[in-house]
C-alpha cells in the first residue's frame, strides 16, 4: 500500500513559478513509477509528466515541455513537479500517481494521491 500526499499549489500569476511535492509512504516507494495528472473544471484528467523508478529519461506531454520539470529524491520518498512560466491553461487540480509496473503515459495508476489546487491568473 502506498500513500501519496501532495503540496505546494497556490495562486500565482502567469509567467510566475510553482514547485509541487508529493510525499509518498511505504518503505517500497521507491520501485514504483512515479509522475503527475491534471484535472482542469470540466475537463478530464490529463496525464502531464512521468519519471521510472529507477530515475532515468522523463516522459512528458507536450503542452509542459519546456517548462515543466519532475524530479526525485528517494532518500526522502519524494516527488516534486517544478513548474515554470505557468500559464492560465495550466489551472487545474494536480494529482500526484504512482505504479508499480507500466508506463504511467500509457495506464492507470495504481495510487493516487488527494490533489492540490494550481490556479495561474492572467
Known amino acids: 500500500q502506498v500513500q501519496l500526499v501532495e503540496s505546494g499549489g497556490g495562486l500565482v500569476q502567469a509567467g510566475a513559478s510553482l514547485r509541487l511535492s508529493c510525499v509518498g509512504s511505504?518503505?517500497?516507494?521507491?520501485?514504483?513509477?512515479v509522475g503527475w495528472f491534471r484535472q482542469a473544471p470540466g475537463k478530464e484528467r490529463e496525464f502531464v509528466v512521468a519519471?521510472?523508478?529507477?530515475?532515468?529519461?522523463?516522459y512528458y506531454a507536450d503542452s509542459v515541455k519546456g517548462r515543466f520539470t519532475i524530479s526525485r529524491d528517494n532518500a526522502k520518498n519524494t516527488v516534486y513537479l517544478q513548474m515554470n512560466s505557468l500559464k492560465p491553461e495550466d489551472t487545474a487540480v494536480y494529482y500526484c500517481?504512482?505504479?508499480?509496473?507500466?508506463?504511467?503515459?500509457?495506464?492507470?495508476?495504481?495510487?493516487w494521491g488527494q490533489g492540490t489546487q494550481v490556479t495561474v491568473s492572467s
Open positions: 511505504g518503505r517500497t516507494f521507491s520501485l514504483y513509477n
Open positions: 500517481a504512482a505504479k508499480y509496473e507500466g508506463s504511467l503515459a500509457l495506464s492507470k495508476p495504481d495510487y
Open positions: 519519471v521510472p523508478w529507477s530515475g532515468g529519461n522523463p
